[in-house]
């Protein structure tokens, strides 16, 4: 069982940045690529970004390129999203999810094994 803990969240203005961290408490970190979604209200969860079990391959939405970075260290057991130049469009509930498998990246919330709660940003002057 992998138990998925996010941190990070808050209110920031239009143009600032945070970092997201999502900690498991697994001993096989290392053996789970890890992703993040968000859910906006009154929208579906929708694929951000994802980083593969080694760290080497990464993964985003068009809608955050250049903006976002993904990391982990696998330590740590830990992975991060830096979210730089926030807009109010990305408001949402950040949640990290795992997924054994594969030296890969995944997009798709249905391939993913384990989630967390989420951790609220809000982007807003």
């Known amino acids: 069982q992998v138990q998925l803990v996010e941190s990070g969240g808050g209110l920031v203005q239009p143009g600032g940045s945070l970092r997201l961290s999502c900690t498991s408490s697994?001993?096989?970190?290392?053996?789970?690529?890890m992703g993040w979604f968000r859910q906006a209200p009154g929208k579906e969860r929708e694929f951000v970004s994802a980083?593969?079990?080694?760290?080497?391959?990464?993964g985003y939405t068009d809608s955050v390129k250049g903006r976002f970075t993904i990391s982990r260290d696998n330590a740590k057991n830990t992975i991060y999203l830096r979210m730089n130049s926030l807009k109010p469009e990305d408001t949402a509930l950040y949640s990290c999810a795992a997924k054994g498998g594969g030296d890969w990246v995944y997009r798709s919330e249905s391939q993913y094994d384990y989630w967390g709660q989420g951790t609220q940003v809000t982007v807003s002057s």
């Open positions: 697994g001993r096989t970190f290392s053996s789970y690529a």
């Open positions: 980083v593969s079990r080694s760290g080497i391959i990464t």
